[in-house]
């Protein structure tokens, strides 16, 4: 069966990423044909990588030999992109955010059901072997039923790129990275949201958030801190979870860390007070060597790439991976956290005045 043929829109750091890492290792799925992007100097490295560089998009949509598009451009670009593909008779992945809020992305997706045409987001961090190690013991409950959830991502570079500090195009760290972390978040557990608080912060100077906080209480009682900074010269583990009977601490994407069970062992010895500052605690003491075990790391299990499964919904009309329900729920979670923000700010400024 032959592969689908796709054209990149948008030849900057994920485009070329997309074509030369991911596309690259299934040519028997999908295979690039040329690129669109603004700029001539991408639209040459393009060409110089093999692709034909298309004049317009015009000429792409035009392309009876392009069967899907790919969209890497500025978050504010996505929505105007996807629904011109889609009327085209296009298949559309799109990189996240799929749009800059929930009324864009429906819009999108009511081209998509109306043209019967597949729009699929990239959704990439749900491959990552250290939220596959998360999902695998939350799942298997080897550290019991796990109540709390700490996930961050820290680095010390602020804003990447140009658009990402401008509003309009929907830049700042809640569409960059919240959009990850959220969407692992929801595919851990199916539980509804209760509460949510949030924390943006604006310590570079810019119009959009720099980085935030995210305290949320689901209803099953599991509680998550979803954290995202760019200006920390010393990091906090990407993961830390607490279960009934252990503790589960990863470092970084390398996957150091630990995964500390109880014994469940009713003959060891209680913990001895040790000094801490300048008193005594038995409460912080560490357990004894019998009451808690060290548990390995499970190799995470392997599943077929977004692009394998893309390449069966098209040709064999599987169920997608990243489902747009899904994907609908992030985005309604960051409206949320958006409009809290702005919320926030209006009720201070009516304070301060």
């Known amino acids: 069966m032959k592969p689908i043929y796709f054209a990149i829109i948008g030849y900057g750091g994920m485009g070329s990423y997309h074509g030369q890492e991911l596309m690259a290792k299934e040519p028997e799925k999908v295979q690039v044909v040329g690129t669109y992007d603004l700029s001539e100097d991408r639209q040459v490295l393009a060409a110089e990588k093999g692709y034909y560089s298309y004049t317009s998009y015009e000429e792409v949509l035009a392309d009876a030999t392009i069967e899907a598009v790919l969209i890497a451009t500025p978050n504010d670009t996505h929505k105007e992109l996807a629904i011109q593909a889609l009327e085209a008779g296009k298949h559309v992945v799109c990189e996240k955010p799929a749009a800059m809020n929930t009324e864009e992305l429906d819009e ?70 919240g959009v990850h972390l959220f969407d692992q978040l929801f595919y851990l557990t199916q539980s509804p949201i209760k509460k949510i608080t949030t924390d943006l912060s604006y310590i570079l100077g810019d119009e ?96 077929p790439s977004f692009y394998e499964n893309f390449f069966e919904v098209i040709r064999h009309h599987a169920e997608p991976f990243v489902k747009n329900e899904e994907v609908r729920k992030v985005m309604v979670l960051i409206d949320q956290v958006l409009s809290n923000e702005r919320e926030a700010a209006e009720v201070h400024l009516l304070e301060s005045v």
């Open 108 to 177: 999108i997706l009511s081209v998509a059901e109306k043209t019967s045409r597949r729009f699929m987001v990239h959704q990439n961090r749900r491959w990552d072997p250290d939220f596959l190690i998360v999902q695998d013991v939350y799942q298997k409950g080897q550290i019991g039923e796990i109540f709390q959830i700490e996930s961050r991502v820290q680095g010390a570079n602020g804003i990447p790129g140009d658009w990402r500090h401008l509003e309009q195009h929907g830049g700042g760290m809640v569409l960059d990275w």
């Open 208 to 303: 959009v958030d720099d980085g935030f906080h995210c305290f949320i209480t689901f209803e099953s009682g599991l509680k998550a801190i979803v954290e995202v900074g760019t200006t920390n010269y010393s990091k906090l583990p990407r993961w830390y979870v607490k279960g009934t009977e252990g503790t589960m601490k990863i470092e970084d994407w390398d996957l150091t860390g630990e995964l500390i069970a109880a014994t469940k062992d009713q003959t060891f010895s209680p913990p001895t007070p040790i000094q801490a500052g300048v008193g005594l605690t038995k409460t912080m003491a560490p357990p004894s060597e019998e009451a808690t075990k060290r548990i390995p790391f499970l190799e995470v299990p392997t599943f």
